[in-house]
């Protein structure tokens, strides 16, 4: 009898592939893969950490409700200025990150393994994103209703902290639908991965969203398929070409080279 390290090891020994996946193959992937084992337990160590030392109920609940407000702003910023960033290639000790982080997703954007955010980039920036505004809101709520103890801020990070976290997981597997060989039901959704398809099919520089495009709209990256009829040639290389990589070598390095046109076509060339 296999054991669940065992089945897990296994599982994840073969590449997956969106495309090709049905719903109930994306959950049962999903739930099995390391990332979202880690978010989710550490959402509730975080969850605990707020039952050790609980915030009152208002600045708790400004805290989850401010770190949901705010996380779609983060990640619009860091998907445009990061993740779609030219500079990150030109340094070698960070060519392996960028590549990790989006370079990989966007040569191949059914490849599930490459889909979810790396870790080591992951958990950090949510901390840093969402930490600062819960202890923000405790420590002002002790200041205005004159605690001096000071002991909301504690509870209200790790209530913002346990948001962010669940917030990644939901954003995540919406993401995973967008790539998804499976038309949703909900307009709503079905409207996200017509942007996100757009985004890593036709013209990458837009439609950074994943379940909002509000920003976008805001920032004016926004976009429809027709109104841009010519296809990006950096839509799978956000860029990195081949003159790029003759002075840029690292990621080309790590790649084996720098693949051309849809990832399901090259294959055939």
């Known amino acids: ?20 996946m049905t719903f109930r193959e994306l959950v049962v992937a999903y739930f099995q893969y390391p990332a979202i084992i880690a978010y989710l337990t550490l959402s509730v160590v975080a ?15 400004l805290a989850i409700g401010a770190a949901a407000a705010v996380y779609p702003l983060f990640w619009y910023l860091i998907h445009r200025y990061i993740l779609h960033s030219r500079w990150m290639w030109r340094h070698k000790w960070l060519a392996s990150t960028w590549k990790r982080i989006h370079y990989d997703h966007h040569q191949d954007p059914n490849h ?5 955010g790396a870790l080591h980039t ?10 600062p505004i819960g202890w923000g ?13 000071g002991t909301s801020g504690f509870g209200a990070a790790a209530a913002a902290l346990a948001t962010g976290l669940l917030t990644t997981c939901f954003y995540e597997f919406v993401h995973c639908i967008q790539h998804l060989a499976y038309k949703p039901k909900s307009k709503r959704i079905a409207e996200m991965k017509k942007r996100h398809m757009a985004h890593h099919f036709h013209d990458e520089d837009g439609n950074y969203g994943i379940t909002t495009f509000f920003w976008d709209k805001v920032f004016g990256t926004w976009y429809d398929r027709p109104e841009r009829p010519v296809k990006s040639p950096t839509v799978f290389n956000l860029g990195y070409t081949e003159e ?19 990832p399901r076509q090259r294959d055939k060339a």
Do not use: C, Q
């Open 1 to 20: 009898m296999k054991t669940a390290d065992a089945t897990r090891s296994s599982f994840w020994s073969r590449e997956h592939h969106l495309d090709k």
């Open 47 to 61: 969850i605990g950490a707020w039952l050790w030392a609980p915030a009152p109920a208002i600045p708790t609940l």
């Open 112 to 116: 599930l393994e490459v889909l979810f």
């Open 122 to 131: 992951t958990l950090p920036t949510i901390a840093l994103g969402v930490i």
């Open 137 to 149: 809101i405790g420590a002002g709520y002790d200041a205005i209703a004159g605690n001096a103890a």
């Open 244 to 262: 790029v990589a003759k002075e840029y070598p690292w990621v080309a390095e790590l790649s084996g080279g720098v693949a051309k046109g849809h």
